[in-house]
């Protein structure tokens, strides 16, 4: 079911953009739902931190004195996982740093807002049905990369740490931990954040100075020095840039 807020402090704003919102998933979702709309960021932030999540949030002005990455991070920190569309004024643009995956112009035009929404919600699909074939014991193995929290080496073999807590290892490796997850680099949503260990960042909820904080609870170490790179790569996998890593010939 896809659920989309919308967060704007303009009365007239709230009303044709929820109309239009709910028009929209009458005719993309099988379980269509009327648009979650929101008159300012601290009703929406509550309403993420009481558990729950949308498949997109579209965000109209910020509240004074904090910037779109100020929300951003709050917004993962509370759980968010939805991409992020900014509302922006005739010719303004959405800034780097607010991690926003789209864009829509004020004001609203609803075959514009259609056409996004629908670009937007089928980069997530993409996202979420990514695979990969990896070498395991006991043979090759087809693994979602929207459910593999992080993948790390130990004694030269890669386990990879699912969201549901399991663990799966690989064969023993006989090449170098960067060519080893290649494929999952190439994705670009993993971060090799260490020697031997890459993260999805999907599932980063936080970083912090010596680690990344996971939406499981848990943490992994950063390499020390990396946190700006590890913020940067961040924003750039939540903004839909394709920052993907290549392995060394």
Sequence with gaps: MKRIALCSGDPALRQQGGAIITSFLKRYSDSPGPAAVFDGV??????????????????DALRPGHTGLDLCVRLRELGGRGAIIR??????????????VG?????????????????????????????????????????????????????????????????????????????????????????RCGTSLAVNLHHVRGVATESLLLDSGGTVPLTPGMSGEARRRWASYWRGDPMAETAPA
């Design 42 to 59: 601290p009703g929406l932030l509550d309403a993420v931190e009481g558990g729950e999540d949308f498949s997109l949030y579209i965000f």
């Design 87 to 100: 509302l922006i004024p005739p010719g303004g643009s959405a800034s780097f740093m607010d991690q926003a």
């Design 103 to 191: 864009r829509l112009c004020k004001p609203l035009e609803p075959e514009a807002v259609f056409r996004e929404l629908s670009r937007v919600l089928d980069y997530i699909s993409l996202r979420q049905s990514a695979k990969a074939s990896v070498g395991m014991r006991g043979g090759p193995r087809v693994l979602l990369l929207s459910e593999l929290l992080y993948v790390d080496l130990q004694n030269r073999v890669l386990r990879y740490h699912a969201l549901d807590g399991s663990t799966a290892a690989s064969t023993t490796l006989r090449i170098s931990f960067q060519k080893a997850i290649a494929p999952l680099l190439s994705d670009g949503r993993f971060f």
